[in-house]
Structure formats: structure tokens, C-alpha cells
């Protein structure tokens, strides 16, 4: 009986063998990873963004924040003084140190209770008091973003406290996007479709997100090394007596008139300087320019001394409590 299965010989060995009736098993692929709203997202920044650029100009805008409100407290207005960017990189670092302690370690909280949250609490409530907590969650979130925009045109007591304009700003898009992460995730589950926490929003909502986090941040720590430069004025003024004193030698008069300040006179004709002034702080050696304050300097009459750097004036150093030697000008 013909089976209609004919023999075939192989051009190697010239053996006979049947043709099998059963395919051979076809190997499982494995399933592509999720272009989720947030994966895309990130190819986006890592394709048109220098996380070494964008940290470096953020370090130089808190520099420059920090320098600008520590010198205006004195009065001077720091784009005068010459400083460099290195000046500014190394300000930053006072102005962020706390900030970023406080938000790695609120992030970690914030993970810890979210997870807690979702396994032990969320669990035991009802659907319908689900739906609650997140109008309610929106409704928060709605009012903390308002709270912090409306400073931007009046002034409101959230001014007065240091970044907290930028911080319900962003602990108010936290809870909007909770929420609606909440409902699309329970919507989807209703519906039997399987959806993952990360693609319930699509690329442009999580750069939305992103970007108002962003702003949020950068305002309150904005603010808090603007606070820090002010505070940092403050405590120098409050130390003067524990800082070195100076003596300015030159051989013309410079005229510097203020409080506490002294001028004497060299009687000698040969003398290299013939004008020492004492009573004076420095605060700053910056582009060849000296910062100079009155020993009993204060924001209601005091007055800063911009002194440029030049082989006709020499500053002379002395400890806190020494006495400069009386009629010496060098």
C-alpha cells in the first residue's frame, strides 16, 4: 500500500530516510519590552541632554545665586567683584549640601510609605473609598500647585517661609499624578486589560511631569541658597572680632572715610607708603580687587571698600586681638 511518502537520498551518504509528517517544534520568542511613556521619555533626554552640562549649569546658577544675595547684603553688587566660575562652582556646594541630604532621604520615605501603602492599607479599602482618596488626592494636589504659583503674583505667607513655594509644587503634581495613575490602573483592571504603573501615561505627560517637578525643585533650592548667602553675610558680620584685622598701606590717600576706619600719616618723607588705614576686615581677594569693612560695619551706616590690587597699596594682616604698631608705614 502506497503511503505517498517517497524516499529521499542524501547527496552525502547516498542513505535513504522518510520525510517526518510531524513540524518540528517552533522555539517560544520572548515577548519585546514595553515601550512604555516613560521609557521613551528617557531616550528622549539621554538623546538631546548633557547630564554633565545641565549639572554643571545648575551648580553655576546656585553659585551665583548664593554669591549675589552674600555680597548684597554688604551693599556691593557682586558682577563687580571679578569672580569666576570656579568661585561660583565652589559656592554651590554650600547651597546644596542640605537640600540634596534632605531629598535623597525623603525620596527614601516616601518609597518606604508608598510601598507599605499599596501592601497593607490600600488592600482594605473599598472601591468606592478608593474613588474618594483619589478626588480627594487631586483635589490637594490642585490646591498645593495653586498655593505655590499665586506667590509668583502676590505675596502670600508661603513667601516667607524658604522654598516652600517650589516644594508644594511638587508635592502637589506628586499627588495629581498618583491619583491619576490610581484611576487609569483600576479603569484598566475593570476592563481586564493588563497595564503596567509606568504606562499609564504617555510620553508627553511624563515630560509634563518632569518639567514641573523640575521647576518646583530649582525654585525651593533657588531660594534656600539665596537664604544661604544672606545667612552666611550674617554670621561673617557676627564673627568680625574673631577674624584677622588688616592694614591698608599706600602712598596716596585713598580717602576711606567710615566709622572705626583710622588714617594716619607717615611723617617720614622716604617712607614707601605714606598713608596706613586700620580698623578695616576683609572679605574677598577676587579679580585683582579687594573687598574691604569697617571693623563696627553695619547694614544702617556702614560702607565696602573696593580696593583694586596694585604695587601702590599693600595689606598688612594682624590677629584678632593684636595692636598695629603705632606710626609704622612700611
Known amino acids: 500500500m502506497d503511503s505517498g511518502i517517497r524516499p529521499t537520498r542524501t547527496a552525502r551518504s547516498g542513505r535513504t530516510s522518510r520525510l517526518s509528517t510531524t513540524q518540528p517544534p517552533r522555539t517560544p520568542t520572548s515577548a519585546a519590552p514595553a515601550d512604555t511613556g516613560l521609557s521613551r521619555l528617557g531616550l528622549m533626554i539621554r538623546n538631546f541632554a548633557a547630564p554633565t552640562t545641565l549639572i554643571t549649569a545648575l ?59 499599596r501592601e497593607h492599607v490600600l488592600p ?114 557676627e564673627t568680625f572680632s574673631e577674624q584677622p584685622s588688616v592694614s591698608v598701606y599706600s602712598d596716596k590717600s585713598l580717602g576711606l572715610a567710615a566709622p572705626g576706619v583710622v588714617e594716619l600719616t607717615c611723617p617720614n618723607p622716604d617712607a614707601a607708603y605714606h598713608f596706613r588705614y586700620d580698623g578695616l576686615k576683609l572679605i574677598l581677594q577676587s579679580g585683582n580687587q579687594y573687598l574691604l569693612l569697617p571693623t563696627s560695619w553695619n547694614r544702617t551706616h556702614g560702607a565696602a571698600f573696593l580696593l583694586p590690587r596694585s604695587d601702590t597699596n599693600r595689606i598688612d594682616f594682624f590677629p584678632p586681638e593684636a595692636i598695629p604698631p603705632a606710626h609704622s608705614c612700611g
Open 124 to 237: 482594605q479599602i473599598s472601591p468606592e473609598n478608593r474613588r474618594r482618596l483619589v478626588i480627594a488626592s487631586m483635589v490637594v494636589g490642585f490646591a498645593l500647585v495653586a498655593a505655590g504659583l499665586l506667590t509668583i503674583v502676590i505675596s502670600t505667607p508661603l513667601r516667607m517661609i524658604v522654598g516652600a513655594p517650589g516644594l508644594c509644587m511638587v508635592g502637589g503634581i506628586a499627588l495629581i499624578v498618583s491619583a491619576v495613575r490610581s484611576r487609569r490602573t483600576a479603569q484598566a483592571t475593570t476592563e481586564s486589560a493588563e497595564v503596567s504603573s509606568a504606562d499609564v501615561l504617555t510620553a508627553g505627560e511624563w515630560g509634563a511631569v518632569f518639567v514641573l517637578v523640575g521647576v518646583g525643585l530649582f525654585w525651593a533650592v533657588a531660594d534656600y541658597s539665596a537664604a544661604v548667602g544672606t545667612g552666611r553675610a550674617i554670621e561673617q558680620v
Open 59 to 117: 551648580l553655576f546658577f546656585f553659585g551665583w545665586s548664593h554669591a549675589y544675595w552674600f555680597f548684597d547684603y554688604f551693599g556691593v553688587n557682586s558682577t563687580t567683584l571679578g569672580l569666576t566660575t570656579q568661585d561660583y562652582l565652589m559656592r554651590s556646594q554650600d547651597s546644596l549640601f542640605i537640600p540634596l541630604a534632605a531629598s535623597a532621604c525623603l525620596f527614601a520615605v516616601y518609597l518606604f510609605c508608598r510601598r507599605m501603602f
